[in-house]
């Protein structure tokens, strides 16, 4: 599969992936964002992207970041519609003020292949094993 990238800002990075065979498209930042501590930041990559009809962007958190830095992604789904600049939303979870700087990867994002479903209102749903239980449905805790 081939993805369209546009650079909407001249000296933008294009994604890459990091090693031959990852799922995850890296995306890069187009400019320095200091995210305060429990504060969240919109990050600009100066790209737009054009996903085939019938797959969905994901975003995802870059492991390194989340892990030592602890920013998260918030929300990150892109519909294959979208034409518009591809604009990371991530929430510093630490203590600690967190600088990214121009051009480091921020985030990632997947593609992947979903069914587009009718919705359809009932009356019922069918019964399953587990029903309407939610956390500790098996027992476990």
């Given at each position: 599969?081939?993805?369209?990238?546009?650079?909407?800002?001249?000296?933008?990075?294009?994604?890459?992936?990091?090693?031959?065979?990852?799922?995850?498209?890296?995306?890069?930042?187009?400019?320095?964002?200091i995210f305060p501590p429990g504060?969240?930041?919109?990050?600009?990559?100066?790209?737009?992207?054009?996903?085939?009809?019938?797959?969905?962007?994901?975003?995802?958190?870059?492991?390194?970041?989340?892990?030592?830095?602890?920013?998260?992604?918030?929300?990150?789904?892109?519909?294959?519609?979208?034409?518009?600049?591809?604009?990371?939303?991530?929430?510093?979870?630490?203590?600690?003020?967190?600088?990214?700087?121009?051009?480091?990867?921020?985030?990632?994002?997947?593609?992947?292949?979903?069914e587009h479903c009718d919705i359809?209102?009932?009356?019922?749903?069918?019964?399953?094993?587990?029903?309407?239980?939610?956390?500790?449905?098996?027992?476990?805790?």
């Amino acid at each position: 599969m081939k993805i369209k990238v546009k650079k909407l800002i001249a000296d933008a990075k294009l994604p890459t992936h990091g090693h031959p065979g990852d799922a995850g498209m890296d995306f890069y930042c187009v400019e320095d964002v200091i995210f305060p501590p429990g504060k969240q930041e919109r990050v600009h990559t100066g790209v737009a992207v054009e996903i085939p009809e019938g797959y969905v962007g994901l975003i995802w958190d870059k492991s390194s970041i989340s892990f030592n830095l602890g920013l998260k992604v918030m929300g990150g789904v892109i519909d294959s519609s979208y034409r518009g600049e591809i604009i990371m939303n991530l929430l510093n979870v630490s203590n600690k003020e967190v600088l990214m700087t121009k051009d480091h990867k921020i985030a990632q994002m997947l593609i992947q292949k979903f069914e587009h479903c009718d919705i359809l209102e009932v009356d019922e749903l069918s019964e399953t094993v587990r029903g309407d239980r939610r956390e500790g449905s098996t027992g476990h805790k």
